[in-house]
Structures are given as C-alpha cells and as structure tokens.
C-alpha cells in the first residue's frame, strides 16, 4: 500500500512539473521565417511630361509606373496610392491585376473620368512623395522626392532597386 501511495504522489508530481513547464513555452508561431515584403514598387514616374508619352485620350499628363518583381500575379484591387505619406488612402486602385516582373502605368492626372488607372492627384514637378499602401495602412513602398525636371523620368536603376536616378524614360519597359 505504501509502495503504491509514494507511486500516485510520484505520478502527481510529475504531471504538475510538467504541466507548468509547457504552460511557460509561448503559443505564438515561431518569429524564425517572418512573411516577407511584398516585392511591389514604384519603379519610375515623371512630373512634368510635355512632349513624352500621350494617355488615352491624347493628353500628356503626369504619370507614374509600378513593378511587380514578385514570381506571381498581385491583384492591386486592396492597394493605395497617394501623393502624401499622411493620407495612406488617397486613392484606391481598380480591380486590376499587375503581371510578374512586369510594370504598369497609372496617369496622375486628377481626371479618373478618362479611365481606371486616372489618379485623383497629379505629380508635383517641385518635389513631393509617392506610397504605394495596403487597405490597413501598411507601406508597401515610399519615396520622398525633390525637384524634377521637365520630359525626364525619375526611376529605379535597374527595376525595383534601391537606387534612384534621371533618366530617358521607359514608361512600361525595363529602366536603362
């Protein structure tokens, strides 16, 4: 009777040692292999277009061009664009989608009766900022930019780099 007492406390012991051992260990998923970035940019834009690359309906406005440097499609429908960092929701981009590695041009324009891809702002030719953010406000992409130059682009060399410079532009096609 003894032996079989000291043997049920041994067996409680253990299970309550055990108990608060696991109860110590997070349930949290390992933070090891965090989603990464999602690999969307504003890959090149111009401010001041006079003579360069004419829209749908034959003006020459402003505009600017994203690329998608992920593997896969992103559906751009839950994005925003804007031309001021503090307002994360200016514009909401249509139910489109934009291809791997390739790019897609949005006119800044403040004219969204032309076509879906119309901005509700246009690009300031003395410096301003462009973010590229999700529905919930997360940056995606963010650039501070200063003085531009008329018919020049300011773009990623080469495509979805870090490091920016004019350029002869290349609206929908690699940066050179």
């Not at 998608?68 to 499609?73: G, I, L, M, P, S």
Request: proline share 6%; charged share 25%.
């Amino acid at each position: 009777m003894a032996s079989n007492r000291f043997f049920i406390n041994y067996l409680i012991i253990f299970i309550i040692t055990f108990s608060i051992i696991n109860c110590d260990n997070s349930t949290e998923p390992p933070k090891e292999n965090p989603p990464e970035k999602i690999k969307l940019f504003v890959n090149e834009f111009m401010a001041s277009n006079r003579t360069t690359i004419a829209d749908e309906s034959g003006q020459y406005d402003d505009w600017l061009e994203l690329y998608n440097r992920e593997d896969t499609n992103i559906s751009l429908k839950y994005f925003y664009l804007t031309d001021d960092l503090s307002g994360k929701q200016k514009w909401n981009f249509p139910d489109t989608f934009i291809l791997p590695k390739k790019w897609l041009l949005i006119w800044c324009d403040e004219d969204s009766l032309q076509g879906p891809l119309h901005a509700n702002f246009k690009l300031s030719l003395s410096g301003e900022q462009i973010g590229i953010f999700t529905f919930d406000g997360k940056a995606v992409d963010t650039l501070t930019y200063g003085p531009q130059r008329q018919d020049t682009s300011f773009g990623r060399f080469p495509d979805g780099a870090d490091y920016w410079k004019f350029m002869i532009p290349t609206p929908n096609n690699t940066n050179r």
